[in-house]
């Protein structure tokens, strides 16, 4: 397969795990959560610093993303009186927080010069070298993961997710503790973003804060907001459109000092088209409020 | 089980919305909440519900305090109510509602991913067979009319484990035909031994309906008593007529 190729489709692979993590909170319980990349960076961050201290990867994996989760779960708990805007300006801060000790906590994470070097997975004596290779074991813990999301979303948890987000006091006049709900929603919205996170890592081998800022949020959310409030489905496909449209401005005869801001007009224009004529998105079940 | 309400105050800013307020539902009874706009009945029942919190007094469900607890574990105690505004889950179907409605806990993530679905659905039908609500179940609530989403509403109430029942205008804007059916309803729920607690302003409704009336005015209860003592009570036709 032809390396590009081969390179987007790893990219959407983990994007999708983002999207999908984010659209759990956002779309299914309405959590206005603008924070979910900080816990694609912490996960990135834990699993380089514990592959870097020996720990064997699969561990690792699955710590980075435990820790994002504590991260999430500290996150949720902090802003649990937050609603609405005040708790996309909340995350947004934690966002922020987050890259700042990324960048600062210079003994830890070697601010901006960031990490290289950092090891390819391996398990079980085998060490995934190539990009095809990296393609398969992406494709295969990103069909598990969604699989996951799609067996909570279909719960009848997945149901209570859904009303919180429609009537939260509508909820708890039906007895049902919705901070509780929201509490294990952001566990798990931010595990599998941890996860993402150091998916991407291992896969370009080299981090830095730089990776973990508002232009990334924008595009995750534009993903989910393309492809739709609540609907795995729609972000699924809204990832491959957000990844893959920019892309053909490869082929213009553009400069590459164009081309960056460019990218970032097509994501603009993509946006305000499905709010203007697609407010819920491709294909979205519900309005974002 | 008994509700008991001892003093209880409420303000917003300046305006008393409750003061002093005080009264007694009894088990088995129909008792209806009667009173002038703004005499307070909603934020009555919001307080019951611990939607809002009390200023001072004291709220008793059976034998347990609720004033301090949160309103999720009211609910959990067995109060269920209704909206003067219905409030439903939009993008849910009428099948979800009511499921979400008869389980009186939360779900545990874990049981509820990896177990087959409940089979409720004959409960779930029994439930709207009771309010005759005859749509699919698969019917979003956004797609039903103002009276069908007024009998989900109950619906949702009825179904959810509960020892009191709370109707807040249970016929509020509704057409004569379906308010006769509510009021059945009702009187079908009584029969089983029901403890309803109804706010309406359709006094034919409440006349016919509840053995106990109480009567708000601003804030406070000014009467209660039987059916045919409120209609005969001055102090009563004063606060209607404002006299």
């Known amino acids: ?289 | 089980m008994n509700l008991d309400v001892s003093n209880v105050k409420k303000s917003f800013g300046g305006v008393k919305a409750l003061d002093k307020c005080s009264l007694s539902v009894e088990q088995g009874k129909i008792t209806a909440i009667i009173g002038p706009n703004g005499s307070g009945k909603t934020t009555l029942f919001n307080v019951i519900s611990r939607l809002l919190p009390v200023d001072t007094g004291k709220l008793v469900f059976g034998t347990e305090e609720i004033t301090l607890l949160d309103d999720y574990q009211v609910s959990r105690l067995g109060i269920s109510r209704t909206f003067q505004d219905v409030r439903l889950f939009e993008n849910l179907t009428i099948r979800d509602h009511i499921e979400i409605a008869l389980l009186n806990t939360d779900e545990s993530l874990l049981k509820s991913m990896f177990r087959p679905q409940r089979v409720v659905v004959k409960r779930v039908k029994e439930i709207l067979s009771l309010v005759g609500l005859n749509k699919p179940l698969s019917t979003f609530a956004t797609d039903l009319s103002y009276g069908q989403r007024k009998l989900l509403d109950l619906a949702i109430a009825i179904a959810k484990p509960h020892s009191l029942l709370m109707l807040d205008e249970p016929v509020a804007g509704v057409n004569p035909v379906l308010r006769e059916r509510i009021k059945e309803i009702i009187k079908t729920l009584h029969k089983r031994g029901e403890t309803i607690l109804v706010i309406e302003h359709d006094m034919n409704f409440v006349m016919d309906l509840a053995q106990h009336i109480i009567v708000m005015d601003a804030g406070s209860v000014i009467a209660q008593g039987k059916p045919r003592d409120i209609q005969n009570n001055k102090q009563v036709l004063d606060a209607y007529l404002g006299e």
Not at chain 1, 25 to 45: D, E, K, S
Not at chain 1, 103 to 125: C, D, E, H, Q
Not at chain 1, 223 to 236: C, D, E, N, P, R
Request: with cysteine.
């Open chain 1, 1 to 289: 397969m032809n390396p590009y190729i081969t390179n987007l489709l790893i990219l959407i692979a983990i994007y999708i795990i983002l999207a999908v993590s984010l659209n759990l909170a956002l779309g299914y319980t309405g959590l206005l959560n603008l924070g979910h990349i900080a816990f694609f960076g912490i996960g990135a961050y834990a699993s380089t610093l514990l592959t870097q201290a020996g720990v064997p990867f699969i561990a690792s994996f699955i710590i980075a993303g435990a820790i994002s989760s504590i991260f999430g779960f500290l996150l949720v708990y902090a802003t649990k009186k937050l609603r609405g805007d005040y708790l996309a300006l909340a995350t947004l801060g934690f966002n922020f927080v987050i890259y700042s000790l990324m960048l600062n906590w210079k003994s830890l994470t070697r601010g901006a010069a960031g990490i290289p070097g950092i090891v390819k997975p391996s398990f079980f004596g085998f060490t995934i070298q190539s990009n095809i290779s990296y393609l398969i074991f992406v494709s295969v813990i990103c069909i598990f993961c969604i699989y996951l999301m799609y067996l909570i979303v279909r719960s009848p948890f997945g149901r209570l997710m859904q009303a919180t987000r429609d009537d939260e006091f509508g909820l708890r006049v039906l007895g049902k503790n919705t901070s509780v709900i929201k509490y294990k929603v952001m566990i798990i919205s931010s595990f599998f973003a941890g996860i993402a996170g150091s998916l991407f890592v291992h896969y370009i081998t080299y981090v830095q804060p730089n990776y973990f800022t508002l232009t990334e949020i924008i595009l995750v959310l534009t993903i989910v907001i393309v492809g739709g409030i609540a609907s795995l489905k729609g972000t699924i496909i809204g990832t491959f459109v957000i990844v893959l449209v920019p892309e053909l401005l490869r082929f213009l005869p553009l400069g590459s000092s164009v081309l960056g801001p460019a990218r970032q007009i097509v994501y603009a224009l993509i946006l305000l088209g499905i709010l203007l004529y697609r407010p819920r998105g491709l294909f979205g079940r519900a309005d974002l409020q």
